[in-house]
């Protein structure tokens, strides 16, 4: 089996030809459409993505040299696959001017089914190495762009500005904001542009882990601190000297360890669970919440001081409905993301779409709305997506007119699972039938496979 697989559009008008190589290729474990014409060929182009493009130059209707050249004029590099040219000895020059087009090398024709596998895996190498490099420039540009946070809204622009600020400094910040804002990105941005960013960013969901866990998991424990305390472990604290600690969900902590995180501020220092022997630490804390702290401190059920410890700088995040300038924006950059994840091609979205996101209230604010954004990538049957392409989950506010709403129990992932199990029960569970039916390229199919571990 080859080293690397990948997706693989084979032309050749010769079907003797087609059926022989397109054989060899999926033995190897490649995915392969085969198309008899260039025709054939430019039209499949325009409805998936592929890695390699593996075409004969003389075919009827259109040749692959104009099939190449085409492709160069209507595709965006970043969405161009890799060319190899099969060529009669007669057409070599014409070989040599695809490889001037951008093809990476051409087969004499006849040659060996080896041969053609020696170049295939050269070309897949070639894509991928490229496709690591995009992958790298745009990490590389998300970083410039505030670690993708999007917004061109004045709020928006007033918090990325005051997390800059922050950043330089060692101060601890408070971040507030609903559900979905963003608070994560904020706080992993503001490590990420101090002095502290070579070392580590370590997150904890306060929410999520269990009460009785908490402090052992924020502070360590010793062997034998309790029941089942085999071995000695280091907290979370331990484990960000000399970086961050991003506490999200802060509103949740008990009384008890609000005051051994208040030490940590106020001291730099703690003790693991039964330990004899305070451990200093150098450490940045960037806390989050969705709750009103200052109406938990009025109620009794959030200290006070830690508040004020907590509070020096605060970031407050407004909803996506207080911004809805963003919200196009925020269309477009999702789009591209799933667009890029899935291998859908998703040339526009229509107006009536546009306007109707930007006056529905997004609950679930920006995580509400990239959910929104995923499903209809996912689910789209064409380049275009249109009402009838976009559903609101969950949604606790009326959605605007023209967008069809789920009833609440729903939500995205059994619509995908929904959505997968169907298709491959209509194709009788061949991949390759199940993803053309959902306009889906089969790499995408595998995602999602992996994803909900539908076998």
């Not at 009669?88 to 024709?109: F, R």
């Not at 904890?204 to 360590?220: K, Q, Y």
């Not at 020096?312 to 925020?330: C, G, M």
């Not at 995923?374 to 009402?387: D, K």
Request: charged share 30%; glycine share 8%; hydrophobic share 40%.
């Amino acid at each position: 089996m080859s080293a690397i697989r990948g997706s693989i559009l084979l032309a050749d008008d010769e079907e003797k030809i087609l059926k022989r190589l397109g054989r060899a290729l999926r033995d190897e474990g490649h995915e392969v459409v085969e198309a008899t014409s260039g025709r054939e060929a430019q039209k499949q182009l325009g409805e998936k993505s592929f890695d390699l493009l593996v075409v004969d130059n003389l075919m009827p209707g259109m040749t692959g040299l104009e099939l190449i050249r085409e492709m160069g004029q209507t595709m965006p590099p970043a969405e161009r696959p890799q060319v190899l040219m099969m060529t009669a000895h007669a057409t070599v020059e014409s070989a040599i001017e695809a490889m001037k087009l951008g093809a990476l090398d051409y087969l004499q024709k006849p040659f060996e089914v080896e041969e053609l596998l020696a170049l295939v895996g050269r070309a897949l190498e070639h894509q991928r190495l490229r496709s690591e490099r995009q992958y790298l420039i745009s990490e590389r540009n998300a970083e410039f762009n505030h670690y993708g946070i999007v917004g061109r809204s004045r709020a928006m622009q007033e918090v990325i500005q005051r997390a800059e600020l922050v950043a330089q400094t060692k101060s601890t910040v408070l971040i507030t904001g609903e559900t979905g804002t963003g608070k994560e990105m904020i706080a992993r941005a503001i490590h990420h542009r101090s002095a502290q960013r070579d070392m580590p960013l370590i997150k904890v969901n306060c929410a999520a882990i269990p009460e009785t866990l908490l402090e052992s998991e924020l502070f360590g424990h010793v062997r034998g601190a309790f029941t089942g305390a085999t071995m000695t472990k280091r907290g979370k604290f331990a484990l960000a000297d000399g970086g961050s600690i991003f506490l999200d969900e802060i509103g949740t902590l008990t009384t008890a360890i609000q005051a051994k995180l208040l030490r940590v501020l106020q001291e730099r220092e703690f003790e693991p669970l039964g330990a004899e022997r305070t451990q200093k630490v150098d450490v940045r804390v960037i806390a989050a919440t969705n709750r009103d702290l200052k109406q938990m401190v009025a109620d009794g059920t959030f200290q006070e001081d830690l508040y004020y410890r907590l509070n020096v700088i605060p970031i407050e995040i407004p909803p996506l409905r207080e911004r809805r300038d963003d919200i196009t924006v925020l269309i477009e950059h999702f789009v591209e993301k799933h667009r890029q994840r899935t291998g859908k091609r998703i040339d526009r979205v229509e107006d009536d779409v546009v306007l109707a996101l930007q006056r529905y209230d997004w609950p679930g604010n920006v995580r509400e709305l990239e959910n929104t954004i995923e499903r209809a990538v996912v689910l789209a049957t064409g380049p275009v997506l249109s009402p009838a392409s976009i559903s609101l989950l969950g949604a606790s506010s009326t959605p605007p007119p023209g967008l069809p709403s789920l009833r609440l129990h729903q939500n995205l992932e059994w619509v995908e699972r929904e959505t997968i199990r169907r298709a491959l029960e209509q194709s009788g569970g061949v991949k390759k039938d199940a993803a053309e039916q959902m306009g889906i390229s089969q790499r995408a199919l595998s995602y999602y496979l992996a994803k909900y571990r539908i076998d």
